[in-house]
């Protein structure tokens, strides 16, 4: 049996409805040299079943399990201590990876060794369709970090070497919402670098109104998070402006941020 190439590592919680169309998107890939990673986040909806009955039909899916829900980032560790391939990748419980995603993916780093990260741009999609779709063609330079995050942590492909670099995620509170954002930032101060494909390869299941939801909290954590950049990236003190977006946002009233989002 041929060694699989990709580790893909799934958080999976509270995602019943959409676990199995998720994971017939994997196994509809162009590209089939992977094993599936998958970890049950203390769901309250029969989640952990609906993948038992799935993994028990395949036999390069691996589930475990937390013993309470403990988030994305712990989540996402307790995967990568079974990833022992030479690339891994994102794939969450409720989207779906169009059929050439990881074909496109894998090929990249292939072709290019200097790079390690690589992701593409995602269709964002409800009940009524797709309403929204990402840049591609994109490699982010050290200044654009304090920005925003500069890759999307969903449809990405990463080496393994990196993620072991960085020791994975790190677990702390003030990173809750935004551990990939700090994965970046740790990969880039390592020298790591990478890139966004052009086409979007990727279906992220989202609600249109869910970034008026986001708490105060989760804004306060993202400026920390562009506040870390700065500091670990040796950016310059100014670019710290970029921290009072996240806050701005988080006391903005909803009828001003509904018309800016409109406007974007």
């Not at 992220?204 to 306060?220: C, E, G, I, S």
């Amino acid at each position: 049996m041929v060694k699989p190439r990709i580790s893909v590592i799934m958080g999976i919680y509270n995602c019943a409805p959409y676990l199995v169309e998720a994971l017939d998107s994997l196994y509809a890939q162009t590209y089939q040299n992977f094993k599936i990673i998958l970890c049950e986040d203390g769901s309250s909806d029969n989640t952990y079943q609906v993948a038992k009955d799935y993994a028990s039909k395949h036999d390069n899916i691996v589930l475990i399990k937390n013993e309470k829900n403990m988030g994305l980032n712990y989540t996402l560790n307790h995967c990568l201590e079974y990833a022992d391939t030479e690339y891994i990748a994102r794939m969450d419980g409720d989207d779906i990876s169009l059929p050439t995603r990881f074909e496109e993916e894998v090929k990249f780093l292939d072709e290019h060794p200097d790079y390690s990260i690589v992701t593409t741009p995602m269709k964002y999609f409800d009940e009524g369709g797709i309403f929204r779709e990402g840049k591609g063609g994109i490699e982010p330079k050290l200044t654009d970090f304090p920005k925003s995050s500069p890759f999307c942590h969903a449809p990405c492909m990463v080496r393994k070497v990196a993620y072991d670099a960085v020791e994975g995620y790190t677990v702390a509170d003030k990173l809750l919402r935004e551990e990939d954002y700090h994965l970046w930032i740790k990969m880039y101060v390592k020298g790591y670098r990478g890139y966004t494909l052009e086409e979007p390869l990727y279906m992220m299941r989202d609600d249109r109104n869910a970034a008026l939801r986001r708490t105060f909290k989760v804004r306060k954590n993202e400026a920390y998070v562009k506040h870390l950049a700065v500091k670990m990236l040796g950016l310059p003190w100014y670019y710290n402006i970029y921290c009072l977006k996240p806050l701005i946002l988080g006391i903005m009233p909803t009828w001003l941020y509904r018309l800016l989002y409109k406007l974007k």
